[in-house]
């Protein structure tokens, strides 16, 4: 969230914790402040997004960068956004890697690592979100952190229970029904049927849904019933 597009409010009733762009890859400390409001107005829990300074590509290109460089990144906006959430009287509850940079660090345990000391070393309470089964997980483990094992309702997988390349065409989920199935299974079922029809394991805490999706809030209100509907209790990870 906080990435100029205009679903935020209406997503926020949905969902348990926002990840809110910190001024690189989108936003600016305007859109950063009135998306941390609209959580603390909703009782969402609050999380940092980091990307890469890429405005122009929204961070959803790859950059070779060094793990040092990396943790510079990382630091920096968290520190945009902690600046942000102390005015706001907001505590800061998590941080989640966006686009480009979430994909390689769930595959470069360098990157992981990385990522991982850069939020352990600024607030080792922060919850760190990744990939499920991911190196961003191990990594933040072993540094002793509180992790959240991610899926997406909006995002199709491949057989190693990495996401879909973007450049590929069956990368987003367009249906409302395919979506909610997908839920129901990744939660229920701890696991997510890939493009080939293979069955993944997947370790579930938190399910992810990207505001800028077309379909963004019809997903978010089908699937927040369908959990009370199925008895699944939402909360903070």
Do not use: W
């Amino acid at each position: 969230m906080g990435e100029g597009f205009p679903n935020d409010e209406l997503l926020m009733p949905f969902i348990s914790s926002a990840n809110i762009a910190c001024g690189f890859h989108a936003g600016d400390e305007e859109t950063m402040a009135t998306t941390v409001r609209l959580a603390l107005l909703y009782n969402v829990a609050v999380g940092a997004h980091p990307g890469f300074d890429d405005r122009p590509n929204f961070g959803r290109l790859e950059h070779s960068l060094s793990p040092g460089e990396i943790y510079q990144l990382f630091t920096t906006q968290l520190q945009k956004m902690n600046a942000v959430c102390t005015r706001e009287d907001a505590p800061m509850h998590h941080v989640k890697p966006h686009g480009a940079l979430y994909n390689m660090a769930a595959k470069n345990v360098l990157l992981a690592n990385a990522i991982a000391r850069a939020v352990f070393d600024f607030n080792p309470l922060l919850t760190l979100y990744g990939l499920s089964g991911s190196h961003s997980i191990s990594e933040a483990k072993k540094l002793g952190m509180q992790t959240a094992a991610e899926v997406f309702a909006d995002r199709t997988y491949q057989d190693d229970g990495s996401l879909t390349a973007r450049t590929n065409e069956n990368a987003m989920i367009t249906s409302g029904e395919t979506s909610l199935q997908e839920v129901l299974q990744m939660i229920n079922q701890q696991s997510v049927t890939s493009v080939n029809g293979k069955l993944v394991p997947l370790d579930v805490q938190t399910v992810c849904l990207h505001c800028d999706g077309a379909h963004a809030v019809t997903f978010a209100s089908s699937i927040h019933s369908a959990l009370k509907a199925h008895a699944i209790e939402m909360h903070r990870p």
